[in-house]
């Protein structure tokens, strides 16, 4: 044990998770600090909009960017990478372009249609590009191994988030009529885009230079040559990507329709508290993990050791919090958020067995970009997306709304374990090819 904990100490890889976490584990005590204010002035309602928001910006940036934003952080040399950063800025500017006049165009049917205000359709292409800036960013800065200037981004982004939604929601508690409808409304989705914006701007608000490098040195030729070059990524990725984020947002998508907009608020509370410890070491671990894994198979280094040590690392770091809101999720909520948010605990306890298993496959779902396996990355995202559509249908059609969500996380943890058995075994047959050169 001793020597585990001078090896992490002395670490690059844990400096870099250190460096990332810490301004990650603030970001969520404001999301968390901010969240029992946001209960208070915010409807369960008005919670799955939000919820609905994110989720389409989400699956839309997606398309905006193609996904060669995650190919980024893969070429050995900086030109490349450069024109890569160029050719998804470009392209998510394009997309979100045609969205907007797009929705602009079909607007009054849309929100008739949906039962969406105006304004929710109008700020959606916004939102859009700002998450489609916000991955760009991301993926360059873990190239760079800009850790601690993500960990402030990360910050920003937060603050930025809690402090306009909260401004709006103050401001429609003191407002009347539909004043007060108008402020509430828009507050949540408002400070969705004001964090994203945050979160670029702190990217590179101390590197204007190279932003404006990254910006200016447009090249035709070049940015044809990139996209030919990672041409799977709209061809896999991108299927898988979308396949992926389907198969999380769908509950956002099906719930509404199958059960209501309040336990979609219900469920949009649990799931943005529950993803605070996912989010919190998760993707702090995961943006480290996928460059160091990445750069030891360019030096032929073992890959299915690095895989376990990651797994078991993060298994003892879960099992406890995990464990706590499975057995205390409902007294813990009532207590926290009030005693009308009493179902969220519920969600929070399903759900906290399906997140354990996101907490622990989530850092290491890239592994595959650097194996080279993307072609097999849809039929992953398939089988996620197929489980969790039947089991919410099959809920709705038989059952409840709680035991949807169980059968739903059974099928979650089952495609989890199957994802990360065919890892482990593509990362041994990597190892055992380059045993002979060794």
């Known amino acids: 044990m001793t020597t585990l904990f001078n090896r992490l100490r002395t670490s690059p890889f844990a400096a870099h998770v ?3 976490g810490t301004g990650t584990l603030a970001a969520h005590l404001v999301t968390l600090a901010a969240s029992p204010i946001l209960s208070r002035l915010y409807t369960p309602e008005e919670f799955g909009l939000f919820s609905l928001f994110h ?3 989400v699956l839309l940036s997606f398309l905006a960017t193609g996904t060669y934003e995650y190919a980024i ?3 050995r040399d900086e030109q490349p990478a450069r024109q890569l950063v160029r050719l998804t800025t470009f392209t998510s500017a394009l997309f979100s372009s045609l969205l907007f006049f797009g929705l602009m165009g079909f607007a009054p049917w849309l929100s008739e249609l949906f039962d969406l205000h105006t304004h929710f359709l109008m700020l959606l292409p916004l939102g859009v590009f700002t998450h489609a800036c916000l991955n760009i960013s991301t993926n360059w800065l873990i190239r760079q191994t800009s850790f601690k200037t993500m960990s402030l981004a990360k910050m920003g982004q937060a603050l930025s988030m809690g402090g306009v939604q909260i401004g709006f929601g103050a401001a429609g508690l003191s407002a009347t009529g539909l004043s007060a409808t108008s402020w509430t409304s828009i507050g949540m989705l408002a400070g969705y885009i ?4 945050a979160f670029v701007t702190g990217a590179f608000g101390k590197k204007r230079s190279e932003l404006r490098e990254l910006l200016s040195g447009w090249n035709r030729r070049e940015l044809i040559q990139v996209a030919t070059l990672y041409k799977d990524h709209p061809r896999y990725v991108l299927l898988s990507s979308l396949l992926s984020a389907a198969a999380i947002e769908l509950p956002v998508l099906l719930i509404t329709s199958l059960f209501g907009n309040e336990e979609l608020g219900h469920y949009g509370l649990a799931f943005r508290v529950l993803m605070a410890p996912v989010t919190l070491i998760g993707t702090s671990v995961g943006h480290v993990f996928f460059q160091k894994f990445a750069r030891r198979k360019s030096d032929g280094l073992p890959l299915a050791q690095f895989l376990l040590q990651i797994w078991g690392i993060l298994a003892l770091i879960a099992i406890l919090p995990f464990g706590a809101l499975f057995l205390f999720g409902q007294p813990v909520f009532s207590f926290v958020f009030g005693a009308e948010w009493s179902l969220s605990g519920i969600v929070a306890s399903v759900m906290a067995p399906m997140l354990f298993f996101t907490f622990l496959t989530q850092p290491t779902g890239k592994s595959m970009l650097v194996l080279e396996k993307q072609r097999w990355m849809p039929l ?14 099959t809920g709705a059609l038989y059952f409840d709304f709680i035991t949807a969500l169980w059968l739903m996380v059974g099928g979650q943890i089952l495609s989890y374990l199957i994802h990360s058995g065919f890892l482990f075994a593509w990362a041994k047959q990597f190892d055992e090819a380059q045993t002979p050169n060794a």
């Open 18 to 20: 250190a460096h990332l």
């Open 55 to 57: 989720s389409l910006c």
């Open 73 to 75: 952080v893969l070429p």
């Open 194 to 197: 004001a964090g994203r914006i």
């Open 380 to 393: 992953f995202s398939v089988l996620s997306l197929v489980l969790r559509l039947a089991a919410l249908i």
